[in-house]
């Protein structure tokens, strides 16, 4: 015969208590109780993402920033920050300040509870983002570091009960550390060690600081992408492919060289993604989606993105990207595969070829005037 | 006076329903929130 669950009601009624604990203390736990939020970067170290370098730019580093590139990891594996920055310095006549802010994990929640806390602390003029695409049940597993119930709940207003039932529960998960934080608060990661951290030496890439938290990888394709870790070595490659920055294609005005798709996004990624339109607008920051070629899509003669964003963004949004058949022109197939260092991300090469191409078109938008 | 069959009672449903509520939280939530490795790793 198997043995009771609880010996007593006491203990029963003991086990009831914990778990309404446990299940109400996201709805509890308000500002006097939770860590203040740089608490919640700062327990993250460079094995969970660059998180030590964005902690430190949006709760320490001050100023405002003229173009900050911000999202999942393709958008970090894609731009040379240091290139734009150096330009946009040399177009403006002073010291100009690009960064950028990634992580691993694509989704526009993630994307719009981390800016939310870097347009709090900075102001920035331009912010870049891309179609932040994802798996539909891939969910980015720091949510519990950037939701917190009772100053995040009321940006889920309009999601369906289940959605919202999720995000409660990633509350849930993100308490024993909040509680831990405040018993005791956590040291931040060294953002410049003598050794490299973890993300610098398993991506083979420069220092963040150096870097302005771009990834620039020396390392070379891996055809068993995302399962294994298996890169071929590095080899560097400058392609010649007759592509020119006059062939990159800004949305609006122009639709030729676009192709837009009636694909949907998940319900939760175009709830997030229009909360981050609606918060640039309140900080009066524009905004810019970039688009970031796949391997899968490197013989497209348009850039594809979604009929969602036109209409999303609104007049004050632009769309910026090069078409892939131009991007790589007469480039085979072996040369393509040495710009990337999986089908979703640009290595070294990758980077330094695709970065000159979209910066006059990327300051040529931070020049004109935002239309309205 | 609430006799005590009926305390024992109501504990025991509100030990069910917290379960079930618990497990429903579980059910619609993604592995990734769940996996400490991913969570709670320290490098």
């Given amino acids: 015969m198997m043995q009771p669950a609880f010996s007593s009601t006491r203990q029963a009624a003991a086990f009831a208590f914990l778990l309404l604990a446990v299940l109400l203390l996201p709805a509890l736990a308000g500002k006097k109780i939770l860590p203040p939020r740089e608490q919640a970067y700062a327990a993250l170290s460079w094995g969970s993402g660059p998180f030590p370098w964005v902690r430190h730019e949006i709760f320490e580093e001050t100023g405002d920033i003229d173009i900050a590139f911000v999202g999942s990891s393709h ?62 049940r891939m969910r980015n597993a720091q949510g519990p570091v950037w939701f917190r119930w009772r100053e995040d709940a009321a940006a889920l207003a309009g999601l369906p009960w289940r959605e919202q039932g999720l995000y409660y529960f990633t ?152 078409p892939p058949a131009k991007l790589f022109g007469g480039l085979t197939d072996e040369e393509i595969r040495k710009l990337y260092l999986n089908t979703g991300h640009l290595n070294k090469n990758g980077v330094e070829h695709f970065t000159p191409l979209i910066t006059p078109a990327l300051l040529q938008i931070y020049d004109s005037p935002a239309r309205h | 006076m609430i006799p005590r069959p009926a305390i024992d009672k109501a504990v025991y449903v509100l030990v069910i329903v917290l379960s079930l509520i618990a497990l429903a939280l579980v059910l619609i939530s993604p592995a990734e929130l769940l996996d400490n490795k991913v969570i709670y790793q320290g490098f």
């Avoid at chain 1, 731009?79 to 310095?89: F, G, I």
């Avoid at chain 1, 331009?126 to 179609?131: K, R």
């Avoid at chain 1, 018993?183 to 990661?189: G, H, S």
């Fill in chain 1, 171 to 322: 509350a849930i998960v993100g308490m024993p550390r909040n509680l831990l934080c405040r018993l005791r608060p956590n040291i931040p990661a060294e953002l410049v060690a003598a050794k490299p951290n973890y993300w610098e030496s398993h991506y083979r890439t420069a220092r963040m600081v150096d870097s302005l938290g771009a990834s620039s990888s020396e390392l070379g394709f891996n055809p068993g992408a995302p399962l294994y870790d298996d890169y071929t070595p590095f080899v560097p490659f400058a392609p010649h492919t007759g592509a020119r920055p006059a062939d990159v294609c800004i949305y609006p005005p122009a639709t030729n060289g676009f192709e837009f798709s009636s694909q949907p996004l998940p319900a939760w990624q175009t709830h997030f993604a229009r909360q981050l339109i609606a918060l640039a607008r309140e900080h009066n920051c524009r905004l810019v989606l970039l688009h970031i070629p796949t391997l899968d899509e490197a013989q497209s003669a348009v850039t594809e993105e979604r009929n969602f964003w036109p209409e999303a963004l609104g007049a004050e949004g632009v769309i910026l990207g090069i």
């Fill in chain 1, 75 to 136: 958008i970090m594996h894609a731009v040379d920050t240091p290139y734009v920055q150096a330009q946009l310095s040399k177009r403006l006549g002073r010291p100009a300040v690009v960064r950028t802010l990634g992580w691993g994990g694509a989704g526009f929640d993630a994307l719009y509870f981390i800016t939310q806390d870097l347009l709090q602390h900075r102001r920035v003029r331009l912010l870049v983002i891309y179609n932040e695409n994802n798996n539909v």
